[in-house]
């Protein structure tokens, strides 16, 4: 493979950026489905992708090819496109971007385990999904490594190689014409002893059971509530609610609320969140798609606002070293978040029932979505309980929470269990693997009922 | 050539294969807070090849032509393994049809000069529409496609699109447009004048007041609902593998006075093409007939355990997915609405939050909608925040009446259309 430092455009000819970045990207991924039974789906996948920017006369450039592409042309390319435009105020931090080569080794390569024994494992697990009124049942598996070789006009290069595993589970169950499905799923880091550290039969089981509730779950009430949600669900707040709205590109567009409002109160004061690339989570990276080394960072520190996230580029006005720069494959770099997470508080969870008194207890998400523009965001939680008088009651299904994420943040009670989990957050089209945590939160907010 | 040489494996080697070929151009242009951010030009291409061994079947895929040989051997070890019995077969040459609409030329010849033109205009716009520039994306795609199959059949293809997200601001409230077309006739004005238009109406949103449970949604938020909680069912390897909550339902009334028919060879149509991604001639299917749910969508692979023919709807997202189920251009119809029943008494949507999490399996959802209005009396006021629940199959049974605004949303061609049924906080 050529080295991207030979790319670099020397005295052979006068380069007409001010600054200029190559990314090389690679990726290679196995997924197996089984479905009722059954293999569905085997297929292999390989792709790599060049993206070079350009920055000339204060304007980018970007120009895209495959893995073979002609990296200088792609380069003369990207300036000569940048050269179209009137002068502009682009810029980028001149930062100490990494100098890393690293190759992220699972404990047990998947690599190393043939395919007929993959299929058995996971076989084996799908049956263990199969109950009475379960009418379908499903397990889909992968295995990838991505790699990245990065390099910018300083000349510094950097590579990581970074392997993800993971099972999802669903079932779907079926009684008198009504259908309900539920899924679990584990997403890591790492490679085959995603088998050994996860009892995925118990999980399956768990499944179904789920799936089989549901038939007799009834629909959530509406209106405004107090609400207790679980790890999975407070993650997904923390990230469509609050971390959407400190991505820097979307303040810089005038598209948060929480623009010009660093060192306001803006929640509880229990409130502490971060956003942290070196954890192990599924949004781990040791340096971001623009060469910056991962380095955790503070958002909201006692309910404070204290920090943006950014890229390069937004950091140049928002300040900070960037550290959140992301592109999918070769696609031009967005701003990003990695492993956003809200650090434990002092509420047990009883306590925050009892706290809650009447209301809703909502568990898992089936993912969300924002305006951070108006300050407003939509979840959706997998399945609840009614609260009455302080302790659990009905079960419900197919809530959803809106609302307005500055209120729902002023009334947030921070429980004690801190728990993470993984995602693929998408954003201009562009996905990104990332986690978000949390432990139980108490807040209030617009449940989606009758 | 590598081409040759995989073919000539594969030919050895598998039962049955199909290479498909994708290789394509992208330009873009990019603007932010009112300025222009970027230009983006870029080629790729990829190919994805399927083998079906004694019944199994292997998929694999690869962005480089250097690859395709071990794509090759990497799919047929696969199909070896694969113990589904899905393998059974490819579609055989066939006539297509001449779709018109689908290549235009002057798309191919759009220059990075011309978007920063197109940048520029979009700017201008924002700015005598008094609003500000948020976000803004143009894009301009040429795609070629080439498929072959062990049956002999070739089939070749180009097309193109442009499309535009404009998203402005106007005081306290945000909103978006976006639009897409096949040929070189998009009016860049235009959609930045419509975005302008709902953001100065959504400013000063308000709370919803009184009982209205009438609901007037966008094309735009037909598509977002349709697509995630009730194309799903139409799918045939849904309908088979019990995922569907129609499956049952074939020649029952789902939805008096509607009419869906998918419909691959719609002229200029967004997903219309002359044969789908594995082969089969593009047809048009009448899924539901006057409320009726007479068809399911099927490709070859579901057409053959479902007994009947594939009605040319298998689909790829790119070159490295597998092809699966899923509508083309949906063409909706229903009686249209007198000016009185359209316009009062409803909360007309223009776009969804959240439409991704709502649950195909039960059919129900619970969305938020964005740049709502309560029209009443014959006045349209905006309303901040409002949650929109319930099941679809409900809705179905409570749409009343479509106007004549058709546009096509992604998969969707439709007009505004009205419905009862939902349940509405806020």
């Keep these: 493979m050529v080295s991207l430092l030979e790319c670099h455009l020397h005295s052979d000819r006068m380069a007409k950026a001010e600054f200029y970045d190559i990314r090389r990207i690679h990726g290679k991924s196995l997924s ?58 682009g810029k980028i931090k ?31 697990i799908e049956k263990t999904l199969k109950k009475d009124e379960i009418i379908n049942t499903r397990v889909i598996y992968f295995e990838n490594i991505r790699t990245l070789e990065y390099t910018d006009s300083s000349g510094i290069e950097s590579f990581y190689s970074l392997p993800r595993i993971g099972v999802i589970l669903s079932s779907i169950a079926k009684r008198s014409g009504l259908m309900q499905q539920y899924s679990k799923r584990r997403f890591e880091i790492g490679g085959f002893e995603i088998f ?61 609320i929480l623009r010009g409002r660093k060192g306001e109160i803006i929640a509880s004061e229990e409130v502490n969140v971060f956003d942290d690339p070196g954890l192990r989570e599924y949004g781990f990276y040791p340096f971001d798609d623009e060469g910056v080394p991962s380095e955790k960072r503070g958002i909201i520190k006692d309910g404070t606002l204290v920090g943006y996230l950014n890229s390069r580029e937004t950091a140049v006005e928002l300040g900070g070293d960037g550290g959140n720069g992301r592109g999918e494959g070769s696609n031009p770099i967005l701003v990003r978040m990695s492993n956003t997470f809200m650090s434990e508080g002092d509420w047990r969870f009883e306590e925050l029932l009892e706290y809650v008194k009447n209301g809703i207890y909502l568990v898992g998400s089936r993912g969300g979505q924002t305006s951070p523009g108006d300050g407003v965001f939509q979840f959706h939680a997998e399945y609840g309980y009614i609260v009455k008088n302080g302790e659990l009651d009905n079960m419900v299904r197919d809530v959803s929470l809106s609302g307005l994420t500055l209120e729902l943040l002023k009334h947030i009670k921070v429980g004690k269990d801190l728990k993470f989990n993984p995602g693929i957050c998408g954003k201009n089209g562009q996905s990104v693997p990332v986690s978000d945590g949390a432990p139980h939160i108490a807040t209030i907010a617009l449940v989606g009922g009758a | 050539m590598m ?97 018109k609409g689908i290549y235009d030329r002057k798309i191919e ?55 535009v997200l404009v998203e402005v601001k106007y005081g306290d409230a945000t909103a978006y447009e976006f639009e897409s077309s096949r040929k070189k006739d998009i009016e860049f004005s235009t959609i930045t004048g419509k975005s302008a238009e709902i953001a100065r109406e959504s400013s000063g949103g308000g709370e919803i007041d009184g009982e209205i449970n009438d609901v007037i949604l966008s094309p735009h ?35 008096p006075g509607l009419t869906l028919t998918d419909d691959g060879t719609y002229e200029r149509g967004l997903f219309s093409s002359s ?27 579901y057409g053959m355990k479902a007994k009947t023919e594939s009605s040319g709807n ?95 949303s992604e998969n969707t061609v439709t007009g505004n259309l009205r419905a009862g049924g939902f349940r509405i906080s806020g």
């Design chain 2, 314 to 408: 298998s689909f790829r997202e790119n070159y490295s997915s597998q092809p699966y189920i899923k509508p083309t251009n949906v063409i909706v119809e229903h009686e249209d609405c007198t000016r009185d029943v359209f316009y009062d008494k409803a909360i007309y949507v223009h776009t969804f939050i959240g439409a991704h999490t709502a649950n195909a399996v039960s059919g129900d959802f619970s969305l938020e909608g964005r740049n709502a209005f309560i029209i009443r009396n014959g006045e349209r006021r905006p309303v901040k925040s409002v949650m929109l629940y319930g099941n679809i199959y409900e809705i179905l049974k409570r749409i009343e009446c479509s106007d004549r605004n058709i546009r096509q």
């Design chain 1, 94 to 124: 001149e930062v100490k971007t990494a100098e890393t080569r690293i190759r992220v080794k699972p404990e047990e390569e998947p690599a190393d385990i043939d395919i007929e024994t993959k299929v058995k494992i996971l076989k084996d």
């Design chain 2, 275 to 301: 044969f789908d991604d594995e082969g089969t001639p593009e047809q048009k299917t009448p899924i539901i007939k006057n409320g009726i749910l007479e068809n399911f969508l099927y490709d070859f692979t």
């Design chain 1, 32 to 89: 197996i489905t089984i479905e009722n039974g059954k293999v569905e789906n085997f297929s292999y996948k390989t792709g790599g992708a060049i993206g070079v920017r350009a920055l000339v006369n204060g304007r980018w450039g970007y120009a895209r090819g495959n893995s073979e592409s002609d990296i200088k042309k792609l380069l003369q390319d990207a300036e000569s496109i940048a050269s179209i435009l009137e002068r502009g105020n």
């Design chain 2, 3 to 99: 081409l040759d040489k995989v073919l000539g494996y594969l030919e050895k080697e598998a039962d049955d294969y199909e290479i498909y070929m994708e290789r394509g151009k992208k330009l873009e242009i990019t603007l932010e807070a009112g300025e222009i951010k970027h230009i983006s030009r870029g080629k790729m291409e990829g190919y994805g090849i399927r083998a079906i061994v004694n019944r199994g079947i292997g998929f694999s895929s690869s962005s480089s032509q250097n690859d395709l040989l071990s794509a090759g051997r990497m799919a047929v070890s696969l199909a070896k393994i694969d113990d589904s019995k899905n393998g059974v077969g490819f579609p055989v040459p066939s006539k297509y049809p001449d779709v």
């Design chain 1, 196 to 256: 050994k550290k996860n009892d995925f039969y118990r999980m399956a089981e768990e499944t179904s059971d789920i799936a089989l509730k549901l038939l007799d779950a009834s629909s959530p009430p509406g209106g405004k509530m107090k609400v207790v949600l679980d790890p999975g669900l407070a993650g997904v707040f923390v990230h469509e609610a609050l971390g959407h709205a400190v991505e820097g590109d979307l303040i810089l567009q005038g598209n948060s």
């Design chain 2, 109 to 163: 010849e759009i220059t990075p000069e011309d978007l920063h033109e197109y940048g520029r205009e979009i700017l201008l716009t924002c700015e005598e529409e008094g609003v500000e520039l948020l976000y803004c994306e143009v894009v301009s795609e040429i795609q070629d496609v080439k498929l072959i199959n062990s049956n002999g059949l070739v089939a070749e293809e180009r097309g193109t699109v442009i499309g």
């Design chain 2, 221 to 255: 938020a037909v598509n977002s609902l349709f697509s995630n909680v009730l194309y799903p069912a139409f799918s045939g390897e849904a309908v088979i593998k019990g995922r569907s909550p129609l499956s049952d339902k074939l020649s029952e009334e789902i939805s």
